[in-house]
């Protein structure tokens, strides 16, 4: 089983910057897709990017131009750089590994807000 934490959410104002990390046990970053998802109250849980094995980057509409997914596979070490964060933004972001032999992993979850 692929453990994954996160860390680096918290209250940000409108317009401002926050950093996630998501550090994985185990050289996995080469072998899985990894992503980011979120989940607003209320909400189905959504896809906001992620990155191939190859490095290939995929980004939700709502967040193209504004988040950078990236990786340090030396490291173990996903990042989702968001920058000029809105309120719509605010929602627990997840951090997901998945390949065929493993199937789905899931971090625990960090709290973004956006608000002023």
């Known amino acids: 089983q692929v453990q994954l934490v996160e860390s680096g959410g918290g209250l940000v104002q409108p317009g401002g910057s926050l950093r996630l990390s998501c550090v994985a046990s185990?050289?996995?970053?080469?072998?899985?897709?990894m992503g980011w998802y979120r989940q607003a109250p209320g909400k189905q849980r959504e896809l906001v990017a992620d990155?191939?094995?190859?490095?290939?980057?995929k980004y939700a509409d709502s967040v193209k131009g504004r988040f950078t997914i990236s990786r340090d596979d030396a490291e173990n070490t996903m990042y989702l750089q968001m920058n000029n964060m809105k309120p719509e933004d605010t929602a627990v972001y997840y951090c997901n590994a998945f390949s065929r032999a493993l199937g789905a992993s899931w971090g625990q979850g960090t709290q973004v807000t956006v608000s002023s």
């Open positions: 990155i191939t094995r190859g490095g290939s980057t």
């Open positions: 185990g050289n996995i970053l080469r072998t899985h897709i």
